[in-house]
């Protein structure tokens, strides 16, 4: 596109914090208007990836896990980052084996999003997983327990606004959309 | 709930990172199991409301903004801050107002939840706005563009992956679920 009229420019910026998961720089920004302001952007090392996966008889099997962030025991489908190196298929796969003791044999690509765009350049990159196979036990470490669940019980949870982990909730909105 | 042997507990904790609009703690905490990890929260100082604002043709009411954590000419619904003391559904029905120059005259609870869950306490708070008026124009500083979308244009966009913003895709396919 030549038209960049409406371009955010960084004029200068500095790194403001670093941990194992992510930086923060704060940028001084030219904004197409002509004005200055100064913006905060977190940048994770890594994209996520998450996956659902999805039996014979269309249950998805999801994991039951603690979030320390907002204290929550929730719902979610297995997810988590992406090594170094590694693509993103592979990763959700192996979260998923990790995650629940359990495999797929396909993994096809769902969807590419900004959780939080206003503030963040993380990515979620999400799969369908189809041939499930289960070749061990689930991670008690990260994993409270683990189900399958019908559609309707999904919907269910979505009804009554249990499913409150982003990624999980917007990658089962998507699976289940025009079906 | 008395079964709280799944808790993650805090030993001990410090704030390393603060700005305007999140702080970072770095805690140390106990895993059920026994052992001991370092776990970063990211806590916004605020909650985000957002809004599908819908007129009565069903169409729905969407601003084109340009990310600049992502670089992107983003399609999204108005969104923005709860202000110290606001109602969620206010802050909504305000950001609404401000960013398009329209107005809503019902707002009704679409859902509620947490985009990052794994790093951020962060909450998204999802409202539909209805019976659109008209009152001003739409903020050149903040918004590229402003437009009404049928609900078959919106799911082009979305089989095409271009909605990437992560709290207007979740609440459009909120919107749209099971109609």
Redesign the interface.
């Known amino acids: 596109v030549s038209d960049d009229s409406?371009?955010?420019k960084r004029l200068s910026g500095s790194r403001?914090?670093e941990?194992p998961?992510?930086s923060?720089d704060?940028?001084r920004?030219l904004?197409?208007?002509g004005y200055e302001l100064d913006?905060?952007?977190?940048k994770p090392w890594r994209p996520?990836a998450g996956i659902v996966p999805v039996d014979e008889a269309g249950r998805v099997l999801m994991v039951r896990q603690?979030?320390?962030?907002?204290?929550?025991?929730?719902w979610?489908i297995p997810?988590g980052g992406v090594n170094e190196g590694e693509d993103c298929a592979a990763a959700a796969g192996r979260e998923m084996r990790e995650e629940t003791g359990w495999e797929a044999q396909r993994i096809e690509p769902l969807?590419?999003?900004?959780?939080?765009?206003?503030?963040?350049?993380?990515t979620?990159n999400l799969f369908v997983g189809r041939g499930l196979k289960q070749v061990g036990e689930f991670d008690?470490?990260e994993i409270?327990s683990i189900g399958f669940f019908r559609r309707d019980e999904i919907?269910g949870m979505?009804t009554r606004?249990e499913?409150?982990?982003?990624?999980s909730?917007?990658a089962l909105?998507?699976f289940?959309?025009?079906k």
């Open positions: 409406y371009v955010w403001v914090f941990n998961y992510y923060i704060k940028d920004v904004h197409p208007q913006y905060y952007v977190v996520a603690y979030r320390y962030t907002t204290g929550v025991l929730s979610e997810a969807y590419r999003y900004h959780p939080s765009h206003g503030s963040s350049s993380q979620f008690r470490k409270h919907e979505m606004n499913l409150v982990d982003g990624l909730l917007t909105l998507l289940f959309r025009g």
